[in-house]
DNA sequence: CCATCCCGCCAACCT
DNA sequence: AGGTTGGCGGGATGG
């Protein structure tokens, strides 16, 4: 867009405008998703994403981690991924939903240490290895206490993106709260009391998820009601894009993107400094080794999270995502997620869009659109330049 | 100034 | 050894 041939050419040009914007891990999965969302694809290979999408593999693992744990992709194999697609999340959400409910029965419990944990239960864990220290007043929320008690000494094994991504999707399909704030998710991820490293690095990784997440639409990122803390909204299954399976008109060469529209993400560097003018006592500060306990407690209570607003948010449709039976929103007390039409809803959005070109000219703009919407939806006065 | 979060070093884990 | 995965946090960018 408002990139100069000469910035590109021309690397070395002074202000190139670089736009982390760009780069994304939103941007990223959306593209993910384009490139990948389509009933053909059965296997994707991480290399083949990366220079795809034409970023470090790195970044894929953070993508692809997210995306396994709303059931969108499963692994294969090293370096292999299967696309499950969008109507795997269903399932996927149930499931984390009954894992989070029953990993919490009475979480109230306290004491009781002992996990009965009965057979199965695949993977997964975490523990909780501490009692906060201080602030012996908890108040009264029970709810989802992830824990259990993992590997003995050295657990190196799952630690973040995967496990925090579920642990905060449970969040909010356990309980019937649709707006969480980001430090209230953060405390209720881990502990309360954290020395601000811990939760620092915490943070940014929730940043990370959300991104990934809003991406694929499952939630929103707005602001507490009144408040001007950045939240979560939960959305679910909605405006979920759709997905071209028995699309009767979709070009049998549409492999690749057409013309104007480029999945790949240009790199530009951001401008890494090279100064070398370290003292060299740039050693690695290794600092507090973090306990890793994960713990965390829901809100139940809801009274007035989500205050009526005039201009209910749910009255506006994601335009030709809207769904045609869905629309309701209505601040109903219980409105908890139901689950039930979940798969009916998956199968039922399915053919949104015939024209491939409209698919990807829309992709263009989704940005635009998001923008557009937090504007509307959420009623913080937002300018464009 | 501070919220957001990209980048990539480098450590666990596999082959 | 060499390749994969993916924590983790510095520090740049955006507001």
Redesign the pocket.
Known sequence: MALSYSDIINPSSKHHT????Q????L?CTNFLTLYNRDDIDVIG??EAASKLG?????I??I??VLESVGVLARK????YSWKGFAAVPKALQELKEEGLRDNVNAIDKQSNNSAKVVDDDEDEDDDSDSNPNTGSQNENYGIIKSTAASRA???????????TRNFVKLFVCSNANLIS?DESAKLLLGDGHNS??M??K???L??I??VLSSLKLIE?THAADTRK?AFRWLGLRGKPENGSGDPLAPLESRKRTFGADVTNI???????DSSVDGGK?Q?????K?I?DEKIVTVAERGNVDQDSQQNSGSFQFGPFAPVSMAKVGNSEEEVTQIYDWEALSSTFRPQYHNQALRDLFFHYTEAWKSWYTEVAGKKPLHIS
Not at 18 to 21: A, G, L
Not at 23 to 26: A, F, R, V, W, Y
Not at 77 to 80: Q, S
């Open positions: 670089y736009s982390r914007k780069k994304s891990l939103g990223l991480l290399d970023v470090e593999r790195r970044r693992y953070d692809v981690n194999a090293k370096n292999k050295d657990h190196r094994r799952e630690k973040s993106l995967g496990l925090l980001l490293s811990i620092r690095t943070v940014r990784r940043y990370d959300a991104n990122k950045p790199s530009f560097k951001r401008s890494k400094l740039s690695s500060l290794k600092m507090q973090q890793k």
